[in-house]
């Protein structure tokens, strides 16, 4: 291609750029328009600045902790945390059998399978498998929604502060999995070596709030520390201990889709009515 | 779940075997599965409220039924006991991608296939058990994650047996 046809074409290229921007204009809202990098120049500045953060991105993070937290440091209940926690009754059922989505913050506590960051300007992705969700975690400079609609995963908005990423995510639908504390050993359940045993599952507040302290111990580790603000359960905001991820580069470590309801219900082949739950229907056949 | 509506089709026109149909029992063992699941990250070899984790049976025999599904996979297996007699066990392996990741296969496993399986089994003697390992007749050997910790899951099998390491089953 000539030099002259490369030019023209960039010039009617623009040109059609620009005439897309007049007719969209008017109905971009500047509440709804955040900055976006258009021009070459101003892409390759917005990737350069993504390539000078710490490299969170190739690869995939397996969770090397425990799934529950132990919460040793003993928080500093609400009364009615307190009362909740001594009238629990460890059940045998779990909040997220079935396939429940279990939501932000114990949903990157099950480890089993990887997590995937990914990103673009002004946002990061975390692709966890074991669930089969993916957070959005803005980097744009934004601020958090006034009424943030309610999700598993809540609105997230991420910052770097040297070569920590720091996440601040509200808007928590009320029935995420939200581990508040955990039974002593003399009040479990004896015998029970469950990861999840003696865990107490409960309610959180409407303004739960996590922020995420995500950063590289080295090359192959990762660490993630959060601090929980939820005044209905924490007079003080309650830091959990950090959480190690480490790095997996080879094949079988690429992310995988999950799609935890393909066991879940089944049209009965002979009623041809919808059965709920039969993860084990293989043992009555 | 479509591949498991035709497994079913295909099992209720095609295969008959006197197999009794309880209706009770099934939370819990879903639940004892799901626990499986939830293990990943304890340190290898907990136990389970349903399986004898500490016990480990070798069973031989017929695939009926292989499902590769989330949240579990699910091995049926038809054991022919000493007496004659036949015996169904219901098998429950980790997910589907831990599997992969460990090398398994969907297409590994097909009805019909001879199989040896190293089993957790239930401790209430019904014939349910928690897979450990896979022999299959070609020779491949495959290892249930379920129990590993994020080390190994991230890193693949440690250690793959070459022979049953259980009781065998009579």
Known sequence: MSPNRVHRQLRTGALVALSALALAAPAARADDAPAVARTPEQQAAAWQEIARQPDFWQGTWQSINPIADDFSTPPDYTPFARDYIAKYKPAEDSPFTNCKPLGMPFVQNIGGMPMKFFQSPGMIALYIETSGMTRFIHTDGRQHSEMPNPSYLGESIGHWEGGTLVVDTTGLAPDTVFQIGRLTNDVRVQGDHSPLAGVVFGPHGPNLRLVERMRLLD????EIQTTIYDDTIFKSPYALPPRKFIRGIERRNEPQEWACTDNRDYLDPDTGKLEVNVKDKAQDR | MRAIYWQNLMHSESV????????????????????ALWAQNADAHHSFAKFNMAKLTTLTGTVREFTWANPHTWLIVVVRKADGSTEQWSLVGSSPNMMARWGWNAGDIKSGDKIVVDVHPGLDGRPIGSIQNVFLAKGKVLVDPAGSNGQALAGGPVKVPTKPQGQPYK
């Open chain 2, 16 to 35: 008959t075997m006197d197999v009794p149909h309880k209706r009770h029992g099934k939370w819990k063992f879903a639940l004892a599965a799901l626990a």
């Open chain 1, 219 to 222: 090359f192959n580790t990762l």
